[in-house]
Nanobody
Framework: QVQLVESGGGLVQPGGSLRLSCAASGSIFSINTMDWYRQAPGKQREFVATITSGGSTNYADSVKGRFTISRDNAKNTVYLQMNSLKPEDTAVYYC???????????????WGQGTQVTVSS
């Protein structure tokens, strides 16, 4: 069994910061990419940021320069530092990990349960 658990969401004023964490646990052999997605009310889930096992990153245009993704491979944990938050960043944030449970298994995407981020004055 594999679990991804997000934490760090909450209510913050516009211009503020939050740091999200997502820890993967369970029967994990190897983790490839780790991503953050978000889903606002009434909208489709959208890509936010991704990081490879080697540390290469990519961001959605809407968060470039404001959000930073990082990871601790020893802890199987990915982070999302969010600065200069805007009301339009309000959403449920989900982490996703592409991982293998054994050396011969195929790569598979696992999702966390999500954490709410609300940006409001």
């Amino acid at each position: 069994q594999v679990q991804l658990v997000e934490s760090g969401g909450g209510l913050v004023q516009p211009g503020g910061s939050l740091r999200l964490s997502c820890a993967a646990s369970g029967s994990i052999f190897s983790i490839n990419t780790m991503d953050w997605y978000r889903q606002a009310p009434g909208k489709q889930r959208e890509f936010v940021a991704t990081i490879t096992s080697g540390g290469s990153t990519n961001y959605a245009d809407s968060v470039k320069g404001r959000f930073t993704i990082s990871r601790d491979n020893a802890k199987n944990t990915v982070y999302l530092q969010m600065n200069s938050l805007k009301p339009e960043d309000t959403a449920v944030y989900y982490c996703k990990a592409m991982l293998k449970t054994t050396t011969w298994a195929r790569w598979y995407d696992y999702w966390g349960q999500g954490t709410q981020v609300t940006v409001s004055s």
